[in-house]
């Protein structure tokens, strides 16, 4: 054989076998890289808008934790000065119910005042009488005379 004929030979075996790679493997695996280009496009996509929803999620969490924070100090503050509120209503019922009680005691007193008073000029219209009674040496009648005590006891 010839160098020549082996030669060429061979050139058409390699022009079959880059027909044959170009034709039937070739496409399968441009198409798998294209696909694997695709997936890993998708992918770094996926991760920044990931990333930016991630971020805007951040946002939203913060914008919430300072809406939550205000809302709580609000909260607070309006339990604070309701608890105020009716500490100074507690007190003022407190000032009226001893003023009342206070007053009450006034009465009692002036009613046991009067009560008082009573008993002593029964005491000393009946002190009067014995007085009187032994002054003048004879028995004084209390039911005969007993408009004249009752005259007695208006002047005392």
Known sequence: ??????LFLQAIVF???VWFTMKFVWPPITKALDERALKIADGL?????AKSELSSANKRVES????????????????????????????????????KIIAAA??????QSIKAREALRE???VLAVKG?????????????????????KTEL
Do not use: F, P, W, Y
């Open 1 to 6: 054989m010839n160098i020549n004929a082996t």
């Open 15 to 17: 022009a079959i076998l």
């Open 45 to 49: 996509a996926a991760a920044d808008k």
């Open 64 to 99: 919430e934790l300072a809406t939550s924070r205000t809302e709580t100090a609000a909260r607070l503050a309006d339990a604070e000065r309701r608890g105020q509120v009716i500490v100074e209503e507690a007190k003022v019922k407190a000032t009226e119910e001893g003023q």
């Open 106 to 111: 006034k009465v009692d007193a002036e009613q």
């Open 123 to 125: 005491q000393v219209a």
């Open 132 to 152: 009187a009674e032994q002054i003048l040496r004879k028995e004084v009648n209390a039911g005969i005379h007993a408009d004249l005590l009752g005259r007695l």
